[in-house]
């Protein structure tokens, strides 16, 4: 009996000093999401992510990229770009825990208040993400997550690999533990 050839996904954009990272440079396990700022599963990820980087502080890196999905989220593009608009300020971890902790309050008057109380100008980056000035940034992220082979969210590479277990914190803990020990 012979069993078909499983084929594993693998990232192909590698890791550059342009994404968004959180934790040590020199962890020994990365992991890259690929995120929707409106989908409900990477909201329900975005707590384990969050406590699997304090438990393994020192071995894990998270790095963050857009993959929103316009047709199904309608305001996940214009999260994207207001997440953008805060990095070129330094300001991106801060505004995608805002996002991701008020996911109801995505329509742009509630966006504008959290960038408010992010500490940013809302007039400033209202203006960026109307003339769509972070549109190029959150397309290169979505192409990138297509030809690694993403079709949904959250979708998660873990040194490289899809991750193509469950996204609680025990299976995250054990994928993570196991890249780190391969």
Request: some cysteine; proline content about 6%.
């Amino acid at each position: 009996m012979t069993t078909p050839l499983q084929v594993t996904a693998r990232l192909r954009d590698p890791v550059t000093t342009d994404d968004h990272i959180r934790g040590p440079a020199d962890a020994s396990v990365t992991i890259v999401e690929y995120g929707d700022f409106q989908c409900q599963f990477c909201g329900a990820a975005y707590p384990n992510l969050h406590e699997l980087l304090r438990q393994r502080a020192d071995t894990v890196r998270l790095v963050y990229r857009y993959f929103p999905i316009a047709n199904m989220h309608p305001y996940a593009e214009r999260a994207a770009e207001t997440a953008e608009a805060a990095g070129v300020r330094g300001r991106f971890w801060e505004m995608h825990d805002w996002l991701y902790e008020h996911q109801d309050q995505l329509d742009p008057v509630h966006l504008s208040l959290g960038v408010e109380q992010v500490g940013l100008p809302p007039d400033e980056l209202n203006a960026e993400v109307e003339g769509r000035s972070h549109a190029d940034r959150v397309r290169r992220d979505f192409v990138g997550g297509i030809r690694s082979g993403v079709n949904g969210t959250p979708t998660l590479f873990v040194n490289g690999v899809r991750h193509d277990g469950g996204y609680d914190l025990p299976d995250l803990l054990a994928a993570v533990d196991a890249a780190g020990n391969a």
